[in-house]
Structures are given as C-alpha cells and as structure tokens.
C-alpha cells in the first residue's frame, strides 16, 4: 500500500528525475520525467505535486493511488463485525464479500420487547441462522441447510 508521505518525499528530493512517479505506478510519466530531467520542468511539477500528496486528504489519496493494490477498503465506509442476534436476515454489501476483508453490516436492534416475535402459530419457521422462512414440516432450511 502506497503511503502519500513517501510520495511526497520522493517528489521533493527525487522528483525531477521521477522516482515517486515509478513509486505511485505511473510508469509512463516517470519515463518522461527522467527523458527530460535536463530542462528543469519536471523538478519544478515535482516540486508543486509534493505540496499537493501532503495536502490531500487520505482518502483521496487512497481512491486515486491505491485501488490497483487491490487491498484498498473504502475508510469511509467502517462496518463492525457483529454477532447476528436477530432473526432477520442480515445483507452484506456486495463489495465487501469475500476476499481478504470480509465485514458484516453494522447492526442496529429494537429493544427486545419492541422486535418482531415470530408468531408459533404461523405455518412458517423462521431460520436462526440466515432468517429465512420455511415451511412448518421443513426440518432443515430451504436456504442455508441449518437443521432445525
């Protein structure tokens, strides 16, 4: 994972022959920079793009410059990994669904007197474990196999 201090160091004292362009991944442009490191420019957009990585905003950093690791975790979407306490079922956003961070949906409960309560009337069982119905003569669930 790129860090944007680092960047921001090799822009200041390696910028004018491109060396934080070939840390950031951007080959093409780090080329250009040590093609034509003898006119000066490259030091001087060096020098003004090391003001720019330390006034970024991390998460703008992150967006523009480590998406391609592909460990990259939006840090403005946190979701805590919870204990699933209801029988609702819980959705996962798609993006965070396997791979290396797997997290669950932040929840949020009813007082226990406030929830539904699953009427033992019903022709319907409700799964403890992915909160799907089945039918009342089911003995394993339709979705997830859980025995009941």
């Not at 003004?48 to 523009?64: A, G, P, R």
């Amino acid at each position: 994972m790129k860090n944007k201090y680092v960047a921001a160091a090799l822009a200041f004292f390696l910028g004018g022959i491109g060396v934080h362009k070939f840390y950031l991944g951007k080959y093409v442009q780090g080329i250009l920079y040590l093609a034509f490191f003898w006119t000066y420019v490259p030091a001087i957009i060096a020098f003004v793009e090391c003001i720019i990585f330390l006034v970024m905003d991390q998460k703008e950093f992150d967006k523009q410059y480590n998406k391609q690791a592909g460990n990259y975790v939006p840090t403005d979407t946190y979701y805590e990994e919870v204990e699933v306490v209801s029988s609702k079922p819980q959705s996962i956003p798609e993006h965070t669904q396997g791979g290396p961070h797997t997290y669950k949906r932040k929840n949020r409960f009813l007082p226990d007197d406030e929830q539904e309560q699953p009427n033992a009337n019903s022709d319907k069982k409700i799964c403890p474990k992915c909160g799907a119905e089945n039918d009342n003569e089911n003995n394993f669930c339709e979705s997830c196999g859980t025995k009941f």
